[in-house]
């Protein structure tokens, strides 16, 4: 199921499709990010990023677990504040085959610190493991 990868967005213009790193098995065709282009995408804290991607389920799933994580020094650490129920963006259950676009606006916290190089991570669960994942490079400034 070739998943749309939320995350590395910004909302300042209009949506540009972004270079990223396939963590799954193919399952996602593209990521657009708003005011983010290329390999590199600058997210602001405290504002709202907005994803669009595409994705090929990958498997029947009556449900989706959604995570979005960032690299701070080395470690992985989950973006708080984030929904993690997929079946609240898209609609469930899935079928293996089905083409599904996937959209979604979420805001990168303010607590987050100012990191110059990160990769930020969206991985998709279904019933029967890893749906889709894509990462994408990021800074994250004020």
């Known amino acids: ?29 593209k990521v657009e990010v708003d005011g983010c282009s ?13 994803l669009k991607s595409t994705f090929t389920a990958n498997q029947d799933t009556t449900k989706i677990e959604l995570k979005i994580t960032g690299k701070l020094n080395g470690i992985e650490v989950a ?30 916290p303010a607590i987050v610190p100012a990191v110059p190089d990160t990769m930020v991570t969206l991985k998709a669960v279904g019933d029967h493991g890893v749906l889709a994942c894509a990462s994408v490079h990021n800074k994250i400034e004020n």
């Open 1 to 29: 199921m070739k998943f749309l990868i939320l995350f590395a967005l910004v909302a300042v213009a209009a949506a540009g499709e972004v270079k990223f790193h396939d963590c799954g098995h193919n399952e996602i065709t």
């Open 38 to 50: 290329g390999e590199l995408c600058t997210l602001h804290k405290s504002k709202p990023v907005h």
């Open 79 to 108: 973006v708080p504040g984030v929904e993690t129920d997929g079946c609240k963006i898209v609609k469930c259950p899935l079928k293996k085959g089905q083409t599904v676009p996937f959209e979604y606006t979420f805001t990168i």
